[in-house]
């Protein structure tokens, strides 16, 4: 499965747009990236999920260009709650239940 | 629909002991996976179960094992616990071929 980079932390303040990138060269045609939101001592969340150019949800946009090496996940003003660890991840087809973890990158929002 | 639930939520036991956590997926679902997070490690894929069936297994000794019942619930032992075992574990479930929902993990504590 393709390995994901993205940047260990991210500091913002509120009321700002705040854009991830995360990496992945190697990711596979049945390949599709994913997003989780995750907030101390609780379970990953589902942000959104894609498979090319533009998605959009309630809560963020997903960003993929048309080589799909590299993504980036977009939250729109951002409010203090949004402070968690955000994880960037390559999901195949045919192992949904297995999903692989990276370091994550952790978002900071300020007043 | 309810969410992922998992009992207990906190556990303490001693090493060379061993323990069973719970996990009841949310109605509908057929698909049970089980994660372990540490500070160090991070988050890491145990296995998936599926029917009944362990469809993907992680990395890790055979100390740590699960099963699924016919209703879906699911749970997984870990046997002759070691200090490194301290960690959040989390359970998901999903249809097939869906997003994941993660529950709010069992914290164990190995003295």
């Known amino acids: 499965l393709a390995k994901t980079t993205q940047p260990i932390s991210m500091d913002s303040y509120e009321g700002q747009e705040v854009n991830i990138t995360c990496s992945h060269n190697?990711?596979?045609?049945?390949?599709?990236i994913t997003w989780y939101q995750q907030f101390p001592s609780q379970g990953p969340r589902f942000i959104i999920q894609g498979y090319k150019t533009k998605v959009t949800n309630e809560v963020a946009s997903l960003f993929i260009p048309a080589d799909r090496k590299s993504s980036t996940l977009s939250l729109p003003r951002v409010s203090l709650s949004d402070t968690a660890v955000y994880y960037c991840?390559?999901?195949?087809?045919?192992?949904?239940?297995?999903?692989?973890f990276g370091a994550g990158t952790q978002v900071v929002v300020t007043p | 629909k309810a969410g992922v639930t998992q009992t207990p939520r906190y556990l303490i036991k001693t090493r060379g002991q061993q323990v069973t956590l719970s996990c009841s997926p949310i109605s509908g679902h057929r698909s049970v996976s089980w994660y372990q997070q540490t500070p160090g490690q991070g988050l890491q894929f145990l296995f998936e179960?599926?029917?009944?069936?362990?469809?993907n297994k992680g990395n890790f000794p055979g100390r740590f094992s699960g099963r699924q019942f016919s209703n879906s619930r699911s749970e997984m032992n870990v046997s002759t616990l070691e200090l490194g075992d301290s960690a959040l574990y989390l359970c998901a479930s999903s249809d097939p071929e869906d997003e994941q929902f993660f529950g709010p993990g069992t914290r164990l504590t190995v003295l």
């Open positions: 991840l390559v999901v195949r087809t045919d192992s949904w239940g297995k999903l692989q």
């Open positions: 190697n990711i596979a045609t049945n390949d599709y």
């Open positions: 179960y599926f029917s009944e069936t362990q469809r």
